[in-house]
């Protein structure tokens, strides 16, 4: 029993709360089937059973087992192999080694074993000691090799293994390494820990001299999963060994770090991601850069914007062995007339479509956007994905004038088409109607009595949509190419906060809403909006059904999980051609904003609808002394 402890999942430098972080990514909400292989006294598996996942424990100390089998699903006592054999038709969707390959006489085999008892896209979760740590380096200084009770020169130990060795043994195996984190500990730590009895000198020596940068990895977690063969395992593990000990960088080089669409669709995604990959993501402003900052990162994500200041920052990253990504949600090269305040010079135009070209990966939100700038032939469709934040709203029978309709944009778009059916469920129900940002104006001029809101910022949005309760959201969308191109983040957001939509159908809504099941889908006129507001109105019970089935949706599909995931098979494509260890010196420079572009920027807010919103929102909260703020900021 000198294992059993109880884990504490909010400390982030341990090996059980990585090991969870990776099952929670894989089962995505899923429950599980898990078998722990030397499971302890259970205390790793009960905290896996409260998050629902079936657990079956292998342990051979009979102490340990007995308190497993009052802890776990089913606990069975014994050695792996004699597991196997025993139960030859079990299958797991994930099989735990936690501090255990070390302890084996033959680990290659428990894992090639492990393979056939695998489900489908199953994965085994492996943690193991680092016998490079610098606690034991110092040792040897002092020409020592001496066992201890616990830690990384444990005496039951009879296999040692670095991070290297480590990947080359699930090489053998045939697993592909999905992800690999360490655990840090200095050698001060690790002696008062396990009582090496370390001379200060030694570990003095060792971090002096040491030629790496692993020499506080204490442990290493990895997640693999099975492959055909040892040669496809190899060629994708290979660059695994020489990864930076502090993950892969990315700095994402952006025109403005503080608009919603750049939170939604890049910084918070990828926040979300460095957390669980155990990587570093910056956001920075592109025109206040120096060569610090361009010499930090190991791949550059661009966003939107492609100018001459772009375009020669990129050519300089290139030159430099950076990794460059170019990012776009919208249709920026083939903008319709009728959105004027979007339109991009000519100059410019050729600009952003050499850096989309050049680019070594594009990423882009939606397949109709990937179809149209197919001109770049390494793309991906990167979803945008939401999270959620709290409980939905309540649909219930009230009366009809309780009932309340949504409709909201941060940009000028067409809603003229709504103008008339509004006016009669209005007249008829007495519905209250809110519109949030620009298309306020076009309900006003109408005559339609609504309640305007200007724009939010991204929290308190989707704040503001769970504080009404019987509330039905309307999302309307011209058939343009443009529009045909642009993401249903909206769609996500309603549906999560339990607010059943009634969306144009056209492209991108067509592709996500289930007619009648997820949300309702109309024609862009009077007969059929009506007729889907009049059913919303009236039926409380469709509401609630079509929100419950929009959530769970979202909640499977579009969740931060998801993004996880293709944002890590975008980083896979070029994390293999970028050069470890990272360069030391770069000839980079700062790129100040030249003068003719201060005034185009001044230009382009001016006739942007949604500038005015921020505007206000930038004034209301820090005054006029913001506006002046942010342009020194950006200029001086």
Same mark, same amino acid.
């Given at each position: ?54 657990? #079956?424990?292998? +342990?051979?100390?009979?102490? *340990? ?37 070390e ?25 193991v000691?680092?016998?490079a ?7 040897? #200084? ?11 020169m444990?005496?039951? !130990? ?15 195996? *045939? ?31 060792? +971090? ?34 020489n990864?930076? *000990? ?28 460095? +957390?669980?990959?155990?990587?570093q993501?910056?956001?920075? %402003?592109?025109h ?50 009728f ?14 479509v ?46 009809? %004038? ?18 008339e059916?509004?006016r009669?469920?209005q ?7 809110? #519109? ?60 999560l ?14 592709? !996500? ?15 059929? @909006? ?27 599909? /579009? ?5 996880l995931?293709?944002? /890590? ?7 293999s ?5 990272r ?29 005015? *919103?921020k ?14 703020? @942010? ?6």
């Amino acid at each position: 029993m000198k294992y059993y402890a109880n884990i504490d999942l909010s400390v982030e430098n341990n090996s059980h709360t990585q090991a969870f972080k990776f099952i929670n990514r894989i089962s995505n909400g899923k429950k599980l089937r898990v078998l722990e292989v030397g499971c302890s006294g259970g205390y790793f598996g009960r905290a896996l059973m409260d998050c629902g996942h079936y657990v #079956v424990g292998v +342990e051979p100390d009979h102490g *340990s087992y007995l308190h497993a089998a009052g802890h776990l699903n089913e606990a069975y006592q014994g050695y792996l192999d004699e597991y196997f054999e025993a139960h030859p038709d079990q299958r797991f969707d994930i099989i735990t080694f936690g501090d255990v390959l070390e302890h084996l006489v033959d680990p290659l085999g428990s894992l090639i074993k492990s393979r056939f008892f695998l489900n489908q896209s199953g994965y085994v979760i492996a943690s193991v000691p680092n016998v490079a740590h610098s606690s034991v380096r110092a040792m040897l #200084v002092e020409g020592r090799w001496d066992y201890v009770e616990l830690g990384l020169m444990d005496k039951t !130990h009879l296999r040692f293994f670095t991070r290297s060795t480590l990947i080359d043994l699930f090489s053998n195996a *045939s697993y592909r390494v999905d992800g690999i984190k360490s655990v840090r500990l200095t050698a001060q730590q690790v002696d008062l820990l396990t009582g090496m009895n370390l001379k200060p000198a030694s570990v003095e020596l060792v +971090e002096a001299f040491a030629d790496d940068d692993r020499i506080h990895d204490f442990q290493y977690v990895l997640m693999a999963t099975p492959v055909g063969t040892i040669e496809l395992a190899e060629a994708t593990n290979g660059q695994l060994k020489n990864y930076p *000990s502090d993950g892969l960088r990315i700095m994402c080089l952006l025109p403005d770090i503080t608009s919603t669409l750049v939170d939604l669709r890049l910084k918070r995604p990828l926040q979300f991601w460095a +957390e669980y990959e155990g990587a570093q993501v910056q956001f920075r %402003n592109i025109h206040e850069l120096d060569a610090r900052s361009l010499l930090w990162a190991d791949i550059y994500i661009f966003h939107r914007v492609g100018d001459a200041t772009t375009t020669s920052i990129m050519e300089n990253l290139r030159a430099n062995g950076k990794k460059i990504i170019f990012d776009m949600d919208d249709l920026l090269t083939d903008i319709p007339v009728f959105l004027s305040h979007h339109q991009i010079s000519k100059e410019d135009k050729v600009h952003l479509v050499k850096a989309i070209s050049e680019a070594d990966v594009l990423t882009v939100s939606t397949p109709a956007l990937l179809e149209q700038l197919s001109f770049n032939k390494n793309a991906f469709v990167v979803p945008n994905c939401t999270i959620d934040v709290g409980n939905p709203i309540i649909h219930s029978d009230v009366p009809f %004038n309780e009932v309340n309709i949504l409709i909201a944009s941060s940009d000028l778009i067409s809603v003229d088409f709504l103008v008339e059916p509004l006016r009669f469920v209005q007249d008829r129900y007495g519905v209250t109607i809110h #519109v949030i940002g620009p298309p306020s104006t076009t309900f006003t001029d109408a005559g339609l009595a609504i309640t305007a809101h200007a724009l939010f910022n991204y929290d308190d949005f989707k704040a503001f949509l769970r504080r009404m309760d019987n509330t039905i959201g309307i999302i309307p969308l011209d058939d343009s190419l443009f529009s045909s191109c642009k993401s249903p983040i909206k769609y996500f957001d309603y549906s999560l906060a339990g607010i059943p939509t009634l969306c144009s159908d056209v492209l991108p809504y067509n592709s !996500h809403v289930k007619h009648d099941l997820s949300g309702i889908l109309v024609q862009n006129n009077f007969e059929t @909006i009506c007729q889907g507001l009049v059913r919303l109105i009236e039926n409380w019970e469709m509401r609630r059904e079509i929100a419950a089935n929009a959530r769970e949706q979202c909640l499977s599909e /579009n969740n931060y999980f998801q993004s996880l995931k293709n944002w /890590n098979n975008v980083f896979s494509q070029i994390k293999s051609a970028i050069s470890w260890p990272r360069t030391k010196s770069l000839s980079l420079l700062t790129y100040p904003v030249p003068k003719r572009n201060k005034m185009k920027w001044i230009i382009r807010h001016l006739k942007s609808p949604s500038s005015y *919103s921020k505007l206000q929102y930038i004034i209301k909260n820090n005054g006029f002394k913001g506006i002046f703020e @942010i342009f020194k900021k950006r200029y001086n």
